[in-house]
C-alpha cells in the first residue's frame, strides 16, 4: 500500500478558544519553569552554561491567550491525514501542527494518549494549551506560544519518491524559522520527523526545542530510557541527580508511583542511541528514536496525588485515563536553551512507531535488562543506521518549495522575511499572507509613518525587536506611536524611556486607558502601589467611558478590570474596587476569574461568609495556571477546613 496523504474533518467537543488578550504582556514569564539558585551548585559546567544563557525574560511581542471558556460543544477542526498499511498518522495544523493521533492499523492501537475534546488550559507560555498527541516546542522553556496558532502546511515530495507534509513557522520569541516534515514511506511501521531551525540573522540565537508525546498511563506503563541516572525537577524548582529507577524507596519509572508532578531528565550517555519509550504491561507500546543532534529524553508525571489528579480531569472529559509525556529535546533539561550562531541551523529527524518487548524482561527488577531488552527490539524493527540514512535522504529534500497548500499560519513571517531580506529555501512566507495586524507595520517600513488608528478600538499588537524599535524611535511622534515605542523599549529592558514615551503619548491620545495601564504596572513593578492603584482606577474608568460592544472591547474589559482590581485590592481601596466590579458587563461578573475576585472584595470588605459561599456555589477559574496557587490561599483565608477537591491544584508537598 502506498502511503497516502489527505485532508479530513475532526470532529470534538470543543471549548472556544476566545480572543487574545489585547493588553501588552509587560510581565516577565512566571516563574514555574525556573531553577531555583541554590540549586546551580555543582552542575555539569555545560549545563550550568546553557541554563544561564538567555533565559526568556519578556513574552512579547507575543499575545497571552486567556479569552478561552469550559463550555463545549461540537466543533470541526481541518486536520490531515497520512496513512499507509501501517500506520493512520492525524495532523492539525491550525492547532500547532499536532499529531493528534497515531494508530497502529495491523493491531488498531492507539500509540498515543488522544485526547477526546478540545479543552485549552493555562499551560503555554502565553497562556492557551490542550493535552494530547505530539507538539513540536519551540521558542523557549515551556509549551510553546503556538499551542493553538495555526501553522503553514503544504504538500512536498518525499525522499522515496512520495509525498510528506511540511509544517513551517516564525516563532517570534527568538524570531526563528521553523520546519517539521512529516514523511510515512510506503513500507514503514515509523512516522519519520525531519526537523530544522533556522537563524537567518547575523547575530547568535538561543534555541530551544522539546517533542512532547502524550502516552496512555495505567498501573502497569513504564516508561524506559538508556539512563542509570536523571535530573529530577519539581514544582519546588530544585535540579538535582537521582538514580533510575530506584528512588525514595520507589520506582519512579512507572508514572503512577511519583506523588506530585515532576520532570524526570534522562543522563543519555555520549554516545549512545538516543530514544524512550513508553511500554504497557504487555510490553507493547511506542518507542520515540532520533539522530543524535536531539540529546535529551525526558518523562513528565502527573503523580497519583489529588493534585495530579485534579489537573489531568480539568484537561478532558470524565471517565477518560489518564497520561504522561515522553520527551525528546536538544539539551539535557528543559532548562537549557541552546546557542545557534548567525546564519546557522540545527537539524535533526525523529522516528515514531510501535515497539513490542518481552514484558517480563521489561518489567522485571534488573534495569540494565529491561531498558538492553528495550533497546533490542528497537534495533530490530528500526536500526540506528536506518535513522541515519533516512535523515540524510530527508536533508536532500528539505529545500525543496512546497507544492499543494493544505493550511496557512500567520502573516508575521512574511513581515519579517520582507523586512530583512531573508531567503529561506523551502519555507516560503508569502506576501498573501500578511493581514490586518501586520498593515500598520508594513505601512511604517515602507513610509516611515505609523499610521493611527482608522476606527475606535483597543490597540493592536506590537513588535519589539530593535528593528523595529529603531523605526518607531524615528516616526512621527503620535500618539499610537509613542504607545507601541514604549512596548519596545519595555522589551529592551529601557523602562525610563518606555515610561517617558507613554507619558508624551498620553498628553494627546484620545483613547487614554491603554497608555494609563502601562504606566500604571510599570508603578506597580517599581514597587509604588498607591500610584499604580490611582492609575489603574484611571485605566478603567476610560476604558468604561469608551468601550463599546464585541469582542475586542469585551476582551480588553477582562483584562483591564482583572488587573485593576487585583491593584486595589493590593492596597486595600476596597471602594474603588467594588465600582470597578459594579461597572463590570454582567457576562464578565460570571467568569470563574472575576468569581475569584469577588470572594477575595467580600472577604476584604469584611463578609466572610458571602466569600466562603462563593466556593460553596462553584465556580472554575479556566485561565487557572499551571502551578498557581490562589484558589488555596484564599480558601485558607475563609475557613479552616481542607481544601475542596474540586479546587485542590496543588502540584507540590504543602509547607
Known amino acids: ?45 555545560d549545563m550550568a552554561r546553557q541554563i544561564g544563557y538567555e533565559p526568556l525574560r519578556s513574552l512579547l511581542p507575543v499575545r497571552i491567550r486567556d479569552g478561552y471558556g469550559r463550555e463545549r460543544s461540537e466543533r470541526e477542526f481541518a486536520s490531515v491525514v497520512i496513512e499507509n498499511e501501517h500506520l493512520r498518522v492525524t495532523v492539525l495544523p491550525e492547532l500547532g501542527g499536532r499529531v493528534h493521533s497515531l494508530v497502529h492499523l495491523p493491531t488498531g492501537r492507539e500509540l498515543l494518549y488522544r485526547n477526546p475534546v478540545f479543552q485549552p488550559a493555562n499551560f503555554a507560555l502565553n497562556g492557551a494549551w490542550f493535552s494530547g498527541g505530539i507538539e513540536w516546542n519551540t521558542g523557549a522553556t515551556g509549551h510553546t506560544t503556538l499551542s493553538c496558532a495555526p501553522l503553514h502546511a503544504a504538500l512536498v515530495p518525499a525522499p522515496d519518491g512520495g509525498v510528506m507534509v511540511r509544517l513551517w513557522e516564525w516563532e517570534r520569541l527568538r524570531d526563528l524559522p521553523f520546519q517539521v516534515d512529516l514523511w510515512l514511506p510506503g513500507d514503514s511501521e515509523f512516522l519519520y520527523v525531519g526537523v530544522r531551525v533556522r537563524n537567518p540573522h547575523e547575530r547568535p540565537a538561543p534555541v530551544y526545542w522539546w517533542s512532547n508525546i502524550a502516552v496512555p498511563e495505567d498501573a502497569g506503563t513504564r516508561v524506559l530510557a538508556p539512563a542509570d541516572e536523571a535530573w529530577h525537577f519539581g514544582y519546588e524548582r530544585s535540579l538535582r541527580r537521582i538514580p533510575v529507577p530506584q528512588w525514595e524507596g520507589a520506582d519512579r519509572t512507572y ?137 540524510e535522504a530527508w536533508r536532500a529534500v528539505a529545500d525543496t518549495e512546497p507544492g499543494e497548500r493544505l493550511a496557512a499560519g500567520s502573516g508575521w513571517g512574511a513581515l519579517e522575511v520582507l523586512c530583512g531580506g531573508f531567503k529561506l529555501p523551502g519555507t516560503p512566507f508569502a506576501e498573501s499572507t500578511l493581514g490586518e495586524d501586520q498593515e500598520p507595520w508594513l505601512r511604517l517600513w515602507r513610509t516611515g509613518v505609523f499610521p493611527p488608528p482608522g476606527r475606535a478600538a483597543p490597540p493592536g499588537p506590537s513588535l519589539v525587536a530593535a528593528h523595529w524599535r529603531d523605526m518607531l524611535e524615528t516616526a512621527p511622534a503620535q500618539p499610537l506611536t509613542e504607545y507601541h515605542l514604549g512596548v519596545a523599549q519595555w522589551h529592551a529592558g529601557d523602562v525610563a524611556q518606555a515610561v517617558r514615551s507613554w507619558e508624551r503619548g498620553l498628553a494627546l491620545a484620545p483613547s487614554r486607558w491603554p497608555l494609563l495601564r502601562c504606566l500604571a504596572l510599570a508603578d506597580a513593578l517599581a514597587g509604588d502601589l498607591a500610584r499604580a492603584a490611582d492609575g489603574y482606577a484611571a485605566a478603567f474608568d476610560d476604558l468604561a467611558a469608551e468601550s463599546r460592544g464585541g469582542e475586542p472591547w469585551t476582551a480588553a474589559e477582562s483584562a483591564l478590570g482583572q488587573e485593576a482590581m487585583a491593584a486595589l485590592l493590593a492596597v486595600g481601596r476596597l471602594p474603588e474596587a467594588r465600582r470597578v466590579w459594579d461597572r463590570l458587563r454582567p457576562a464578565l461578573r460570571e467568569r470563574g476569574r472575576f468569581r475569584l475576585l469577588a470572594a477575595r472584595l467580600l472577604a476584604a470588605e469584611g463578609h466572610v461568609a458571602a466569600a466562603r459561599r462563593v466556593f460553596e456555589d462553584g465556580f472554575e477559574v479556566a485561565d487557572l495556571r499551571e502551578g498557581e496557587e490562589t484558589l488555596g490561599e484564599i480558601w485558607s483565608v475563609l475557613t479552616g477546613r481542607p481544601l475542596p477537591d474540586r479546587y485542590d491544584f496543588r502540584m507540590r508537598p504543602s509547607g
Open 1 to 45: 500500500m502506498a502511503t497516502t496523504v489527505r485532508r479530513a474533518v475532526l470532529t470534538l467537543p470543543a471549548a472556544p478558544l476566545g480572543p487574545e488578550n489585547p493588553l501588552p504582556a509587560l510581565r516577565a514569564p512566571d516563574g514555574v519553569h525556573e531553577l531555583d539558585e541554590r540549586s546551580r551548585d555543582g552542575l555539569p559546567r
Open 255 to 391: 508514572p503512577l508511583r511519583s506523588a506530585y508532578p515532576a520532570d524526570f531528565f534522562y543522563e543519555v550517555p555520549d554516545g549512545a542511541r538516543p530514544w524512550i519509550a513508553s511500554l504497557g504491561a504487555d510490553g507493547h507500546g511506542l518507542v520515540q528514536t532520533s539522530t543524535a543532534r536531539l540529546r535529551g529524553r525526558k518523562l513528565f508525571v502527573w503523580g497519583a496525588g489529588g493534585g495530579g489528579r485534579r489537573w489531568q480531569e480539568w484537561l478532558t472529559e470524565p471517565g477518560t485515563g489518564g497520561y504522561a509525556e515522553i520527551q525528546a529535546g536538544l539539551a539535557r533539561t528543559q532548562l537549557e536553551h541552546v546557542r545557534l550562531e548567525a546564519g546557522a541551523e540545527f537539524s535533526w529527524l525523529e522516528a515514531y512507531g510501535p515497539l513490542a518487548a518481552p514484558a517480563r524482561a521489561v518489567h522485571g527488577s534488573d534495569w540494565a535488562a529491561a531498558r538492553g531488552a528495550a533497546q533490542d527490539a528497537l534495533d530490530a524493527v528500526l536500526p540506528r543506521e536506518r535513522v541515519d540514512a533516512a535523515y
